[in-house]
């Protein structure tokens, strides 16, 4: 045994899976066809599925999961002796499943523990942590008393009428669903961040999508797309910024609300790099445990800023103050999300979790006076979206100096917005 957990596990399994088709070869049985082999040894088929899983994944750390119980395995090797298994055989899977067991113990303490590290280590190349996310989202549930269904964010980028070498863009949250499991809970179900040192600086660029004053007590709600049903929402400002919160109210489904505010900024960003590090990004900020994420962006076509997106998560919200965002002082979880094209022109966004979601975009492009055809859009989703995470997608900047995009390197964001 060494210090390393994935040497020696990787050995394990690598030694578990050859003594496998070592014994299965001996007996003229095919471990690929679990069916088969079922019904020739007598034993119960879940467990000669996971040995074809176990045997058939080229990942040895991943592999880990799919290995039988100790128990389970001795009664097949009981069951394998008597259709003329050598003894050389089948102590050579003993010993391997031994091997294997002693790594567990050394490096993990048990199996139920094994899966949650493999879980962490994020081998596996889709769904990444998603054990460890759904553990997460239940127990933050419990301990701060709320969860959401959905979180949604939308962002719209386009260029300025005016001044084609600044860009416009509207954010839209919501969260759908969202309900307490404690009376007395009341959490902050969207934030802002200040730009400047008095309480209402934030609101200087920002317009509410809606067209209504920007009074001290406005909680900017889309009124016609929200379902408070009577749910009280106040606003506290500060230096920091701005938070918008529920108050203390009934607890489950009776309790559940559907709300979604919209803002929109002129001139928010600069068209072109600056920095030949600078790159453009916008992130969802998790600040409620919930249990769908919908990320989407919707770019103006004269923008070429989907060719080359990135996706990212980051363990901590990164903050919205004046400095601009270091990438090498976050901490990037092993998540691996593929942004999706959504087909189109304008893009069709419909999506059961979002009911009325089309006719929310369509509300967008008619209160920014934007044709939405002219627009193109992907989408990121991810279930139980880590609580006080950032999922971002990331792109570079156009160089004003060509007629293409240049591809820089992860450096500093220009003016990151959190979604």
Known sequence: MTTRFEDDCKQ?????????????????????RPQEAARQFGINKTLTWNIAKLLQTDQPLEAALHVPGSSSLERMLKAIKKHGASTDRLDQVRLAVKQFDEAVELHVGDRS????????????KSDGLELS?????????????????VRLSSVFVAPNPDDPDVLDNVILYGLLGLRRLRREVRWPIFRTSAHGTEPQDWTMGWQPLDGSPKSPDSVGLLDSFSDVDGATITRRDSTSGTEFVLESGPVGNV???DCFRGQREIGFAPRYMQQPTDIGEFGAAITTPCQHLVFDLFVHRDLPFLDHIESLVFAKVFSQGGDLLDASHQSALPIVMEPSRLVGQPPA??????????????????????????????RLQLKFPPLGSTIVMRFPLESRTSDTVVQASPGEATQPSVA
């Open 255 to 257: 309790g559940a609300i």
């Open 113 to 124: 523990e094994l899966e949650l590290m493999l879980d962490s280590m994020g081998n596996r």
């Open 349 to 378: 966004v419909a999506t059961a979790q979002v009911p009325g979601y089309s006719e929310l975009f369509e509300y967008v492009g008619k209160q920014a006076g934007w044709d939405l055809s002219a627009f193109l859009g992907v």
């Open 12 to 32: 394990a399994v690598t030694s578990l899976t050859a003594a496998l088709i070592g014994l299965y070869d001996s007996v003229q049985a095919d471990p690929l």
């Open 133 to 149: 996310r759904k553990l997460s989202f239940k127990g933050n549930s419990g301990v701060y008393g709320i969860q959401a269904r």
